[in-house]
């Protein structure tokens, strides 16, 4: 059963105003999430999301990511600042050129699967498997960071 929440906190433009120029500092790392089954996903070509962290980003971050609320009503102006990259067939990802400053990192892996069979009946139907991988990173001017995106233990 998923949960929906609404935004509460108000955005602030000026909290992403920091976030909108160009800067020096990269941010590179991998995904791997554990799956249903036990193995372990690289979520080569998933989108990876690097989003700043503002007090309206935080609430978005702590319900959507950590306790996997759908959420409703958000300011689009909250996605000026965002960028996206595409996981590599190795799990790994860059973004350059970034502002100093705090951001988070999330990776949502899906795949499907197929239903169980037993001789010739098949039981059940074929679903979508979703893990969401994430972090929270600092990078300074110039910095070079390498961090893992994982899903956090339950």
């Not at 249903?36 to 702590?62: H, K, Q």
């Not at 959507?64 to 996981?87: C, E, F, K, Q, W």
Request: glycine fraction near 6%; aromatic fraction near 10%; charge should be neutral.
């Amino acid at each position: 059963m998923s949960f929906s929440y609404s935004h509460k906190v108000p955005l602030n433009e000026a909290d992403y105003a920091p976030y909108l120029s160009t800067g020096t500092a990269t941010i590179a790392g991998t995904v791997s999430a554990q799956m249903r089954a036990g193995d372990i996903s690289n979520g080569a070509e998933s989108f990876v999301y690097l989003v700043p962290v503002t007090p309206y980003s935080t609430e978005w971050f702590e319900h959507a990511m950590v306790s996997s609320h759908s959420i409703s009503g958000t300011d689009p102006r909250s996605l000026r600042a965002a960028r996206a990259t595409v996981v590599g067939p190795d799990g790994r990802f860059q973004f350059s050129n970034l502002p100093a400053g705090d951001y988070y990192l999330s990776c949502t892996i899906t795949r499907s699967v197929p239903p169980v069979r037993i001789w010739r009946f098949r039981l059940g139907n074929s679903s979508i498997e979703r893990v969401d991988a994430y972090t929270r990173v600092t990078v300074q001017p110039g910095e070079q960071a390498q961090v893992p995106v994982t899903k956090p233990p339950s």
